[in-house]
């Protein structure tokens, strides 16, 4: 076949294309977005997909016209090389850059939100992210973290309020880690040594999601995963009184038995 490279290359953006824009209708599209903010990361992500999207497009099909027009069974000429243009060597240095400048500049309030405006809200929860497991602390009744009466949870079994502003401070016990919650388009990397926070208001009543990380963490990566359960703050301080009550029991019982191991 005279054109094989030219229609092999075109296939590129074709499959590229279809796979796009079939990905909804197999579910492998973005999952469900619950948190107050997420449409504006969405917005973002949809944006910068379009702009690479056209590009791509448009390279790959300028990639096949010269493919076909200059293959070498038709043409006899023979082939003459070019020492480059300066001019068109500028435009392609200064069209990404002033690209790359707008974007910058175009997300800096998303970023801002995301990241740097921290809600003036006490801390909903500590996470300690380790090999290979999320490990949350919440405040007992008194409020503070680090106290008797925290409540420790590290069977990935979470809960959070819906409707209000989360606050977690992270950290990690080992390695990097990173916190994801896709359904709440939030994802921090936990940096061994480094103290963070991340914040997300859950728009949804109630609601389950997953917990990932999205770090390569070691061979144990995939089990660090969790469920999330988001609900009404009264429904949570009940689970929250649930969890604490069940942990005494099982204080109390561990109690028992150093005392016993003492005795012996
Ligand atoms: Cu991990």
Same mark, same amino acid.
Request: with cysteine; aromatic share 10%.
């Given at each position: 076949m005279r054109h094989f490279w030219a229609f092999l290359f075109l296939l590129v953006p074709i499959l590229g294309v279809l796979t796009f824009l079939l990905a909804p209708y197999y579910n492998h599209?973005?999952?469900?977005d619950i948190s107050e903010q997420g449409h504006v990361i969405d917005q973002l992500f949809m944006f910068i997909l379009s702009l690479t999207g056209i590009i791509f497009v448009g390279t790959e099909v300028c990639l096949f016209y010269f493919m076909w027009k200059y293959n070498g069974q038709s043409n006899a000429e023979p082939v003459k090389y070019s020492h480059g243009s300066h001019t068109l060597e500028v435009v392609w240095t200064i069209l990404p850059a002033v690209t790359l400048l707008f974007i910058a500049i175009y997300q800096m309030n998303a970023w801002a939100d995301a *990241?740097?405006?921290?809600?003036? /809200?006490? /801390?909903?929860a500590e996470v300690t992210g380790r090999q290979f497991n999320w490990d949350v602390r919440y405040p007992g009744p008194d409020g +503070?973290?680090?106290?008797?009466d925290d409540i420790v949870r590290v069977d990935g079994d979470i809960h959070f309020p819906s409707g209000e502003e989360v606050l977690l401070s992270i950290k990690s016990a080992d390695v990097l880690h990173s916190f994801f919650l896709p359904n709440l388009r939030i994802k921090q990397d936990v940096v061994p040594g480094m103290q963070q926070y991340m914040w997300f208001k859950c728009r949804e009543p109630k609601e389950v999601v997953d917990i990932v990380c999205a +770090?390569?963490?070691?061979?144990?990566?995939? *089990?660090m995963s969790g469920r999330a359960t988001f609900e009404p703050r009264a429904e949570f301080n009940a689970w929250l009184k649930e969890k604490a009550a069940e942990q005494n029991v099982r204080q109390v019982a561990q109690a028992k038995e150093e005392k016993k191991e003492e005795k012996k």
């Open positions: 599209a973005f999952p469900r *990241k740097m405006r921290r809600p003036n /809200v006490p /801390v909903t +503070e973290l680090h106290t008797p +770090e390569l963490c070691g061979w144990g990566h995939y *089990k």
